[in-house]
């Protein structure tokens, strides 16, 4: 994380991250994963293509999914973005992060992140998704460990604590 | 060999959560690209765009110009500090020795292969400078077809293996050509099972940090084996255990693809000597999907002698296995022919076996282990002709299976492989329920009449678990493995376990703590495990081949049994009992009838540290800390995959109706992260037989290049699954756990493939290679194949 | 995998875009949503010196319909897909869309991106083409409006030269017209392997006065399969044999090529049963 001026073709990007207020420098060909990874010390973030299949660097952009191995740093100025680092309130856990913990809906935990984001997003679309609904939500997510058992029990939780809460 | 994890047993065999989750959960894994050390640079690599030629010139000088540019080398630079790598087995003196430069010296074998590597400032800087690297080939003509390979005058790719053979192994028991000679019916099959590749969703990556002024080096990487990758990259690079410290931290899934050295893991610590600073790779997709290693690729030939009444007699087999252009390093291309050859006989009693295995080299990249190697092909092979000879002989294919079948008794087969019992028949009779065997036959009967065409796909498997040496050598490839485990009770009664294993996604840190606890009768959260580092946990073999559960639960054991030992000398002399008459309770240690006898085990931890000679018995040694070892017996798994599909015989598509799995992996540790490794590895399997192919054009251009091509299976392409476990205790590991990971990689194509020629039964087809996307389905019809 | 340098610019109008654009000529790239162009910037295949960011200019931002639904050119997918003025005038461009990548893929791909990417196993302009849409161009001399059918000319190649799309204008649904839309891809969201959209006016005899059967992944472009267009009109959309002659006329005009993912073979086969399947759908209850 840079509080240096940018220079040559760099330019600084401002935004909201998480809630608060982030400045970073980036030049434009930057992608916004590595600013968010790098630059802005965010590492929860993954990359797992840099073409846009995987959904490992999926986050939220104004409230909704993007990859942000698609976008560039500069391209984010002004924006507000959530990642998942910002899921958790303190040192809990957010109820989706805890569905996944109680139905083993990650092993490895890489493309945990791009799940959890997702899942969140579909859940405030349709708080009371199918299975169907669920799986055609998540289908851009690519999961390598689970088979997607416990992804999609996991989502089907998190809806039902959800809305008991709600 | 029972030693107390059965009894009174508290974690073991509960679905604990796990401890890990936590910081995955909230982004805080720490995986080899969240590494950042101070100057620390970043490399790039120049790769072939040929899948075979010669390099005439290399001209790095632009390159070297460029902003950012720390470094640019070629294996001229590189050759004074490291040793190419020579892959051959000792114990099998029938491979070719094979060189290995780290970066290309003079010939290029397949498109990816690293030719330049440059660091940079930034990894954008470094890309910038590849594209100014000048590098003048002159294109060989490639081979891409491992049998074409064979032929007399097909292209050569290495001067010292003269055939393109890299080992031809011959092996026989039992009267074959008797058999043969003798049967009623000979049944022949050629299976060709596609190229593909783990594709873990965390590419590769290493940081290296040579410190120059103590001459130590210390790598972090993505590694399923530290110790092991201690001990081939310091081979290479003159570097001894005191000097080379690897790590492997957080890992985005390994399935055996990293269980190998790479080029890179020599070459990166070189660059990192050279320039005095710390220097970090992290492999893109596309260098991930070209250049890292394929696997499974066999064309198996397959003949069953049989009897009228379908009693297999005999089995003959040729494994012609792709290996790529260089042998995986130092595992061998063997891995994959060799697996699939041995394990033909699979859950059928055969007398009489014969294979012939050819590991062949190509243009194409290396062929390493992924999860099921070869088991997995060669057992689709074998149990697409068994459905096969059924339909021929007017057997239905679960009789016929059944009527072949070894019982569910410990038995010795033809290869020597010691199963040691299981529910081979037991889990059969459970899927048939499970699936409804008779009630689909009427629905498949039914759906006919209506024009839509269900098929079933039933595939029973037995799974080689805990790899160790004794696995290794039944499997053809004999290798020494160790594991060592240590378990430490700290003075607060805390334990630390370490262990030679590599947890990335199987929650050791779980399941190794549910053991720990169980033998010093502590809870799970006061279990710590370390491993994955060379510095700081016990050597072993790493994690792949389902081993850990066993060979460090194992180890685990002998060593908590050592520590429990050291607290009863104590316990007994501090509550004056003879050690026989107590026992361990939740926490404590008691008198046996007398609860109110007895003492903490946090309180005896502490002493057994500090209590000095007043309280501790004569002659104790202070401390409470073992390290063991374990190298298990051949142990083996089972079950069944079965799938029920509905076809579209006009656009080949394939809808997945229902998909049952009933695992046998002995004692289970932990049941739902049971339920996760069958679920995972079937996933994979169904990847492997309906999406996902390395697909090599004739020229031996690389066409599945990116991911739109490289085809994962997501959340649409998977079906929800009914899972059921048996636990056939096995009688002869420690704890009678076998380990589970592989099953669904082993058995779910095999199913599918199955599934898809019963539905497409009434338009004559058959199958005879794998993948099968919707152009391959439609194409088994052979009215469609004939262009009618 | 990362980018070649480029210099930005953020448009803030459709002019501004327009003026950069004639500046810098082919040296220039328009970003959109990104989902197509930025893989190909990452992976090198794709170096413009020059790239013109347009996610500001909201004037092509816009949902329009009256007499016939305009849709702006940086309309996001997701945001099409679920608008009611959609739904309403073009069903079947509701259910092209859903079958477009995944919905991280769609909340941030844009209409005219996907459409001016003229990949040819792409859902939406086969679509276009069906339903007789018109692509608006803004360029340095002036706006012009451009048939679909004339808008996709071969593989990434339309009819656009140094021009800005900035609308999609799509006829709306009336009686006695009905389409419908259907693909074979490996895995959902994926690129199909072949798609055909049908788009069918039926008479007050119900016999087919007017079809338009249009392909995707056969060709370059999509591919108006005309010999099937004359064999249906004047008959019945429930008539099994004027069906099974579309479907075999359909298998004889087009001329697909193979991939890794699909024999020619096949997708000339699937493509007479799409054709077919659309028809089956399109064909009044």
């Given amino acids: ?21 982030r400045r970073g420098i980036a030049e434009p060909r930057l992608l916004l994963v590595d600013f968010i990874r790098h630059e802005l010390g965010l590492r929860g973030t993954h990359v797992g293509c840099e073409h846009g299949v995987c959904g490992a660097c999926t986050i939220r952009l104004d409230g909704e999914i993007v990859r942000s191995c698609l976008m560039f740093a500069v391209q984010a100025d002004g924006a507000t973005l959530e990642t998942v680092e910002g899921l958790a309130p303190g040192d809990g856990l957010h109820p989706i992060q805890q569905a996944f913990r109680e139905k083993h809906g990650l092993q490895c935990g890489f493309c945990t992140p791009g799940f959890l984001l997702t899942a969140q997003t579909l859940l405030e679309e349709n708080p009371d998704p199918t299975e169907y609904e669920i799986r055609e939500y998540l289908s851009g997510n690519v999961c390598r460990c689970t088979g997607y058992v416990g992804i999609v029990d996991a989502v089907h939780e998190a809806a039902r604590v959800m809305r008991t809460q709600a | ?25 909230r982004g805080q894994g720490r995986f080899v690209d969240d590494l950042e050390l101070p100057n620390m640079a970043h490399c790039a690599f120049v ?80 890309e910038d400078a590849c594209d100014l690297v000048h590098v003048e080939y002159e294109p060989m003509p490639a081979v891409v077809d491992a049998e074409r390979a064979l032929e007399p005058h097909a292209p050569l790719l290495h001067d010292d293996i003269p055939d393109n053979t890299y080992a031809h192994i011959e092996w026989e028991a039992g009267d074959v050509d008797g058999a043969f000679a003798s049967a009623d019916h000979v049944f022949s099959k050629r299976f060709h099972a596609g190229r593909h590749m783990a594709a873990a969703l965390e590419t590769r990556g290493i940081v290296a940090d040579w410190d120059l002024s103590t001459g130590e080096v210390t790598c972090w990487s993505t590694c399923q084996y530290p110790h092991l990758q201690q001990v081939f990259v310091g081979m290479s690079l003159g570097l001894s255990a005191r000097q080379l410290r690897w790590v492997s931290p957080d890992m985005g899934g390994g399935f055996g693809h990293r269980s190998n050295t790479y080029v890179e893991d020599a070459v990166v610590p070189v660059l990192s ?51 790529g252009c260089y042998p995986s390093h130092p595992s061998t291309s063997l891995i994959d022919p060799m697996t699939a050859a041995t394990l033909m006989p699979g859950l059928y009693d055969i007398p009489a076996f014969r294979y012939v295995v050819d590991s062949v080299v190509t243009n194409k990249a290396p062929a390493h282990a992924y999860r099921g190697v070869g088991w997995g092909p060669g057992h689709t092979a074998r149990e697409v002709l068994v459905d096969e000879i059924a339909r021929a002989l007017d057997i239905d294919r679960i009789e016929l299976r059944l009527r072949n079948m070894i019982s569910d008794e410990p038995s010795t087969n033809v290869v020597g ?97 549910q053991v720990a606890a169980d033998q010093l009768g502590v809870q799970v959260a006061d279990v710590k495990l370390v491993s994955g580092d060379t510095g700081t946990s016990v050597r072993g073999s790493g994690t792949y081949a389902s081993r850990t559960a066993v060979v460090a639960g194992g180890a685990i054991v002998r060593a908590a049994g050592d520590v429990r030992s050291k607290l009863f000398e104590l316990a007994a002399h501090m509550m004056e009992a003879s050690v026989e008459d107590l026992e361990l309770g939740e926490g404590v240690i008691q008198v046996k009838g007398s609860p109110d006898r007895s003492m903490p085990v946090a309180t005896l931890a502490y002493l057994a540290y500090l209590g000095g000679p007043s309280l501790q018995p004569e002659g104790f040694e202070p401390g409470l800390t073992s390290t063991r070892f374990y190298d298990p017996p051949d142990t083996y798994a089972n079950g069944v995959v079965a799938v029920v599909v509905e076809v579209d015989p006009e656009i080949g598509v394939v809808a997945i109706e229902q998909l049952v799995a009933v695992e046998d992996c002995g004692v289970m540790l932990n049941p739902m992260i049971v339920d996760g490794q069958v679920a995972g590895a079937i996933a994979q399997g169904l990847g492997s037989a309906l999406l996902e192919e390395c697909v090599y054009g004739e020229d031996g251009q690389f066409l599945s290049a990116t991911l739109m091509d490289y085809l994962y299976p997501t959340t649409m392409d998977v079906p929800p699954m009914r899972i059921e476990h048996i636990e056939t205790r096995s009688p002869v590991t420690i704890g009678g756990v076998k380990g589970v990971g592989e099953g669904g990689t082993i058995a779910a194509p095999a199913a599918i493939l199955n599934a898809i020629v019963d539905a497409l039964q009434p338009f004559g087809a058959t199958v005879d290679r794998s993948p099968l996307g919707p152009s391959d389905v439609l194409a088994l019809i052979p009215d469609v194949a004939a262009g009618r | 995998m990362k980018p070649a340098r480029f210099e930005y610019v953020a448009a803030e109008s459709a002019d501004e875009a327009v003026s950069v654009l004639a500046e810098h000529g082919h040296d220039a790239a328009l970003l959109a949503g990104g989902q197509s162009l930025v893989p190909l910037m990452n992976m090198r295949m794709a170096r413009p010196g020059v790239v013109i960011d347009l996610n500001r200019v909201r004037e092509l931002d816009t949902i329009r319909l009256d007499g016939v639904l305009e849709v702006g050119a940086l309309v996001r997918q997701a945001r099409a897909q679920r608008a009611p003025e959609v739904a309403e005038a073009a069903p079947i461009v509701v259910s092209a869309i859903g079958q477009i990548g995944h919905p991280a893929i769609r909340s941030r791909g844009t209409i005219g991106g996907n459409v001016a990417h003229a990949d040819a196993s792409s859902e939406l302009p086969a ?10 161009a803004r360029g340095a001399g002036g706006t012009r409006s451009i048939p679909a059918e004339a808008f996709f000319v071969t593989h990434f190649t339309t009819a656009l030269s140094g021009e800005l799309l900035t609308h999609v204008r799509i006829p709306r649904a009336e009686p006695g017209v009905s389409a419908a839309f259907v693909e074979v891809a490996r895995r959902h969201g994926d690129f199909a392997l072949v798609g055909a959209a049908a788009r069918v006016r039926v008479g007050a005899d119900g ?15 999509p591919f108006r399969a005309a010999r099937a267009e004359e064999a249906i009109v004047g008959r019945r959309l429930d008539d099994a044999s004027a069906l099974a002659d579309v479907e075999r006329l359909v298998r004889d005009e087009v001329s697909p090529t193979s991939d890794v993912h699909a024999t020619a073979a096949y997708r000339k086969r699937v493509a007479g049963v799409l054709v077919r399947r659309s028809l089956e759908q399109a064909a009044p209850r």
């Fill in chain 3, 207 to 221: 016999t087919c006065a007017e079809a338009r059967l249009v392909l995707s992944g056969v060709a370059g472009a």
């Fill in chain 2, 417 to 513: 492989m010691n199963y040691d019992g299981g529910s081979y028949r037991e889990s059969v009779r459970r899927t048939l329920d499970a699936v409804d065997y008779d009630g689909f036959l009427g629905r498949q009967a039914q759906a006919r009449t209506e024009g839509r065409y269900l098929g079933l796909g039933i595939s029973p498997f037995v799974e080689p678990t805990a790899w160790g040496s004794k696995a290794a050598g039944l499997a053809g490839i004999p290798i020494q493995f160790f594991d060592f485990a240590s378990v430490t009770m700290e003075p607060d009664g805390s334990v630390t376990l370490t262990s030679g294993t590599h947890n990335h996604g199987q929650g050791h840190e779980t399941t190794l703590a």
């Fill in chain 2, 47 to 126: 790769r072939s765009p040929f899948p075979h030629a010669r390099i005439s010139s290399i001209d790095l000088s632009q390159a070297r110009e460029a902003p950012g540019v720390l470094g640019v080398f070629s294996w001229a630079d590189i050759e004074p500090y490291a040793q190419p790598f020579v892959t051959q087995l000792d114990t099998r003196p029938e491979l070719r020795p094979c060189t290995r430069y780290l970066l290309s010296k003079d010939v290029v074998r397949h498109v990816g292969e690293a030719v330049v590597a440059i660091v940079a400032r930034s990894r954008y800087e470094a």
């Fill in chain 3, 127 to 136: 679509v276009l083409v069906a339903l007789g849409a018109e692509i608006v």
């Fill in chain 2, 1 to 25: 060999m029972s030693t107390g994890l059965l009894d009174g047993r508290r974690f073991v065999g509960a679905s604990i959560l796990r401890n890990e989750d936590p910081r995955f959960l």
């Fill in chain 2, 273 to 323: 000597r050279l320039l005095g600073r710390p220097v970090k790779w992290i492999e893109d997709r596309i260098e991930d999907l070209a250049a890292s290693t394929h696997a499974k690729e066999l064309v198996v030939y397959l003949d069953v002698a049989c009897r009228a009444d379908g009693r297999f007699l005999a089995f003959k087999t040729h494994v012609i296995g792709d290996g």
């Fill in chain 1, 1 to 21: 994380m840079s509080a240096r001026a940018p220079s040559g073709e760099e330019r600084v990007v401002q935004l909201v991250v998480n809630g608060e207020k």
